[in-house]
């Protein structure tokens, strides 16, 4: 076992974890209008449904490598285009990020919870960047493919969480430092174009 592979594993999902985006920057939006245990309550959610997307990249991809184990390289390849692809969006989006209040109506623990879920499983771009992102970090040869990917996917899960969590609780600090400082917005931009471009070198790597 590659324990060096699972630790890379583990600093490139706290990387896009802390990378913005739509799902930590919903996250952020609950706990300032509503408070921490809203933030939290969609985060459990949003976990939850990458059980979903693990399950899907696991078995598919198992099945490529049985099939035809010279399309590992092919899938790696995939993986690092999009993640290059995906610094491409971010280059060409706008710098500034909004936390509009009004705009976040109050819901239940539970509706929030649901909702996690449901924008997570419906959103294939989820299964598209697992399908990217975790073949590049398979890390034993003895174990097979399917335990490698749940293994990676509940590290995933798990790495998120505490740090999904940990944007909610600090959401008041964080939600006054994008307001008061103007250039917030394009650091967080190249942060996460740095993120993606440096997980897909080191996918090929």
Do not use: R
């Not at 799902?23 to 921490?36: A, F, K, P, R």
């Not at 109506?105 to 299964?127: A, E």
Request: with cysteine; aromatic share 14%.
């Amino acid at each position: 076992m590659h324990y060096d592979i699972l630790l890379a594993f583990i600093i490139a999902t706290s990387a896009l974890a802390f990378s913005p985006g739509p799902d930590n920057i919903y996250v952020l939006l609950q706990s300032i209008t509503h408070g921490t245990k809203y933030g939290i309550a969609t985060v459990c959610g949003l976990i939850s449904g990458c059980l979903l997307h693990t399950t899907l990249v696991a078995f598919g991809v198992s099945a490529i490598l049985k099939a035809n184990e010279n399309l590992f390289f092919i899938i790696k390849l995939f993986g690092a285009g999009y993640l290059l692809y995906l610094a491409y969006k971010v280059y060409t989006a706008p710098d500034k990020i909004a936390l509009s209040k009004g705009a976040v109506p109050k819901k239940t623990y539970g509706q929030l919870f649901k909702q996690g879920v449901i924008m997570n499983v419906l959103n294939p771009k989820v299964s598209i960047f697992f399908l990217a992102f975790f073949p590049g970090f398979l890390f034993d040869d003895s174990l097979s493919t399917v335990t490698q990917f749940y293994i990676l996917g509940l590290l995933f899960m798990l790495t998120s969480f505490i740090i999904f969590s940990g944007i909610a609780i600090l959401a008041g600090l964080i939600s006054s430092a994008i307001k008061t400082h103007q250039h917030i917005g394009v650091v967080l931009k190249w942060v996460q174009i740095v993120v993606f471009v440096a997980i897909a070198i080191l996918i090929l790597l």
